[in-house]
């Protein structure tokens, strides 16, 4: 079992950064892939960046050159930096988790996090 923490959300302007973390409570979180989805009001739920336990990293088209994702092993702490922000990435961030994500890092991920909001006023 791995919870998950979801910190760093708040109200920036169009055009600021923000830095989200994700603290899990695992000894073994080398072990987890780890990604971050998150949800606009009204939308689904979706796929924003995720990194493999080697520390490859994949993102949607919407967020490449934008979002950064990155880990920490040794803080059990995934993290995505987010510069340029414009209102439509005004959502709820959730950090999720699972072991393999190399064969679908969108999706079947059994491990989440209860997000964190993050608002961005134009």
């Known amino acids: 079992q791995v919870q998950l923490v979801e910190s760093g959300g708040g109200l920036v302007q169009a055009g600021g950064s923000l830095r989200l973390s994700c603290a899990a409570s695992?000894?073994?979180?080398?072990?987890?892939?780890m990604a971050w989805f998150r949800q606009a009001p009204g939308n689904e739920r979706e796929f924003v960046a995720a990194?493999?336990?080697?520390?490859?990293?994949y993102y949607a088209d919407s967020v490449k050159g934008q979002f950064t994702i990155s880990r920490d092993d040794a803080k059990n702490t995934v993290y995505l930096q987010m510069n340029s922000l414009k209102s439509e990435d005004t959502a709820v961030y959730y950090c999720?988790?699972?072991?393999?994500?190399?064969?679908?890092?969108?999706?079947?991920?059994?491990?989440w996090g209860q997000g964190t909001q993050v608002t961005v006023s134009s």
């Open positions: 999720a988790a699972k072991t393999f994500i190399s064969t679908n890092y969108r999706g079947g991920y059994p491990y």
């Open positions: 695992t000894r073994t979180f080398g072990n987890y892939g």
């Open positions: 990194i493999s336990r080697s520390s490859r990293s």
